[in-house]
Nanobody, 130 residues
């Protein structure tokens, strides 16, 4: 019943922009932290960004200053605005949710580990190439 669907992926040239959205059905995202992950060809899946509240956000060093994570409670979505894209940003992007009540607060400068998320989407392809 619970479903996360990523959208907004595509092919763009270096320096271009994409906006990814993660839309949930079967649950309300309000009490969940939401993480974005990506997996490049031949590489392990890595954390990209995370949001727990308006003041608790995380960005991997590789995307800091270029990506912006936000959430829209009315639409039950979390978005990742990706600007100044680079070829190294290419990969399949996934969103995932983790239930936050009764959990310890997320440590500053970190995101919830991959193995602790409750639900995952199927991913959306992002390709950055000239």
């Amino acid at each position: 019943q619970v479903q996360l669907v990523e959208s907004g992926g595509g092919l763009v040239g270096p320096g271009g922009s994409l906006r990814l959205s993660c839309t949930a059905s079967g649950l309300t995202l309000d009490p969940y932290g939401v993480g974005w992950f990506r997996q490049a060809p031949g590489k392990e899946r890595e954390g990209v960004s995370y949001i727990a509240s308006s003041t608790n956000k995380y960005y991997a060093d590789s995307v800091k200053g270029r990506f912006t994570i936000s959430r829209d409670f009315a639409k039950n979505t979390v978005s990742l605005q990706m600007d100044s894209l680079k070829p190294k940003d290419t990969g399949v992007y996934y969103c995932a949710t983790v239930f936050l009540p009764r959990r310890r607060p997320t440590e500053k400068g970190t995101m919830v580990p991959q193995n602790e998320y409750d639900y995952w989407g199927q991913g959306t392809q992002v390709s950055v190439s000239s």
